[in-house]
């Protein structure tokens, strides 16, 4: 079956620990995305990439890193540089990550989510 | 800058009733594309529609029905006789023309379907 797969799904780190939440898609798609989602809110992008060895910065970067060493894979690695990391963290593939002005297509498609407690 | 607003925070209906959801967007820009997506208990978003600003046609599928007035910034998501699988948190979500992916989503609402 096609798809954006997640693991673990559930994750629990000490204080002061790096942790990689890992992310594969299927879909053959291009862009790939991560977002955090805290109780009550919306969901905040943290990096996304558009093709393999290059990825963007997205608006609460700090504290992350990402790498795209493979067109299916994007691992994020929450470091101990991230105050408050206990969230929960969704991962997103589109076929190309660009919104033309003439008429887009692209879509995201998400996977199911890692929920991550800081103990 | 772009904006999504989705004033009902939390929506209980019985079965069998129409419920709408409500979402207001801001952008300058003229082209832009609006997206609704579903979040069940599971977690997992599920993609719903995806609507260009240049096509003010509204939508049908099933039960599910989507008024987009650009006239009032509005993109509304309507349930006909709705059902407890429905039960979900509900995101509206934003995107201008141009863009690379950064989606702007509301903090969503949260329906409540009781039998």
């Known amino acids: 079956d096609g798809g954006i797969t997640q693991s673990p799904k559930y994750l629990f780190r000490k204080e002061g620990q790096n942790v990689t939440l890992s992310c594969e898609q299927n879909?053959?798609?291009?862009?790939m995305y991560w977002y955090r989602q805290d109780p009550g809110q919306g969901l905040r992008l943290i990096y996304y990439s558009q093709i393999v060895n290059d990825f963007q910065k997205g608006d609460i970067a700090e504290g992350y890193s990402v790498s795209r060493e493979k067109k299916e894979s994007f691992p994020l690695t929450v470091t101990s540089a991230q105050k408050n990391p206990t969230a929960f963290y969704l991962c997103?593939?589109?076929?190309?990550?660009?919104?033309?002005?003439?008429?887009?297509?692209?879509?995201?498609?998400f996977g199911p989510g890692t929920r991550l407690t800081v103990l | 800058a772009q904006k999504v607003t989705q004033a009902q925070t939390e929506i209980s209906v019985v079965e069998k009733e129409d419920v709408t959801l409500d979402c207001v967007y801001e952008t300058r820009d003229t082209t832009y594309y609006l997206f609704w997506y579903k979040q069940p208990p599971s977690g997992e978003l599920v993609f719903l529609i995806r609507?260009?600003?240049?096509?003010?046609q509204n939508e049908i599928s099933g039960r599910y029905s989507w008024n987009f007035q650009k006239s009032t910034s509005s993109f509304n998501f309507t349930i006909t006789a709705s059902q407890v699988v429905d039960s979900a948190v509900y995101f509206c979500a934003l995107i201008n023309g141009g863009s690379q992916g950064n989606l702007i989503f509301g903090k969503g609402t949260k329906l409540s379907v009781k039998p």
């Open positions: 997103a593939s589109s076929i190309r990550g660009w919104y033309g002005l003439a008429g887009s297509t692209d879509t995201q498609y």
């Open positions: 609507r260009n600003s240049f096509d003010e």
């Open positions: 879909l053959n798609h291009d862009a």
